[in-house]
């Protein structure tokens, strides 16, 4: 995966780990690579140790009461994770920025390009275009990639859900005021 200027593979990829936790180096292995970042070399069990931490310190960010303390949050990931950028063209996608030093540890990639993935999505788009989902009992956290920028739900079924839900408050406010 090469961040592209508005991040969205690698904010994705957070969500989509934090909300499903790996439980094994492998397994984060499958999922980096059905995101499409290929890791170069096999995780190891402290891989994925650091990985589970990195996302802790990231919900943090998604769960940051207001803009300028999202900021905060961010750029105490971002001085953790990443460095100054560079010019690299080590795979086959030809030239391209990293944001960190050679031959680090895969968490170290990883964590990296989470930040800076972030970080290009929420000023790329807007910085409250990360969040959990509107139903309450659902704590499932996704990034806003829509045009509009006013997505609310993690999935359609919740959307459903809650539509369901404020119909039948409707209905139940119209029935007592009938009576
Ligand atoms: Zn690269
Ligand atoms: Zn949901």
Not at 22 to 40: M, N, S, Y
Not at 157 to 179: F, I, L, Y
Request: net charge positive; proline share 4%.
């Amino acid at each position: 995966m090469h961040l592209n200027p508005y991040g969205d593979g690698a904010v994705n990829l957070a969500a989509d780990l934090a909300n499903r936790r790996p439980g094994t180096p492998e397994e984060l292995a499958e999922r980096c690579d059905a995101a499409g970042l290929v890791l170069e070399g096999p995780l190891c069990q402290a891989d994925l140790d650091r990985t589970l931490a990195l996302l802790d310190t990231w919900e943090g960010v998604v769960d940051a009461p207001d803009e300028r303390q999202r900021a905060e949050r961010l750029n105490r990931l971002l001085a953790v994770t990443a460095s100054h950028p560079r010019l690299t063209d080590h795979a086959d996608g030809g030239w391209h920025l990293h944001y960190r030093d050679d031959h680090l540890p895969l968490a170290a990639v990883l964590s990296s390009l989470i930040a800076v993935g972030t970080a290009f999505h929420l000023v790329g788009r807007g910085m409250h275009r990360l969040g959990r989902c509107a139903v309450t009992e659902c704590p499932t956290i996704f990034a806003d990639t829509t045009r509009t920028g006013r997505r609310r739900y993690c999935s359609q079924k919740c959307a459903n859900r809650d539509a369901v839900r404020r119909h039948r408050t409707t209905r139940a406010r119209t029935d007592a005021a009938r009576t």
